[in-house]
């Protein structure tokens, strides 16, 4: 099974450039299938690691990034994957 983990932080107004570069510093524990990082507007960053587990397995995360860098707490989700297509 493919198990998706999801990590998305806003920084404060104009550190979007900082925490995306603090996002890609973060190493994990155990090398993820994948690693995705993305960046949106209003200084959102967003990591998605891809790992070949059960749905429930306990898995690395990136941490919280110091309180003075983001507007919240990090928000997280957890995805099974049910369907593969490309092109």
Known sequence: MTVALMWEAR???GRGEEL?????AQELAV????????????DRVLVVTWWDA???AELPELPEPGGEL??????????ESVDVRTG
């Open 70 to 79: 983001v507007t919240r707490a990090v928000h997280r989700w957890r995805f």
């Open 11 to 13: 920084a404060v107004p």
């Open 20 to 24: 995306l570069a603090w996002a890609r």
């Open 31 to 42: 090398r993820p299938l994948r690693r995705e990082t993305l960046r949106a507007p209003q």
């Open 54 to 56: 059960p749905y429930d």
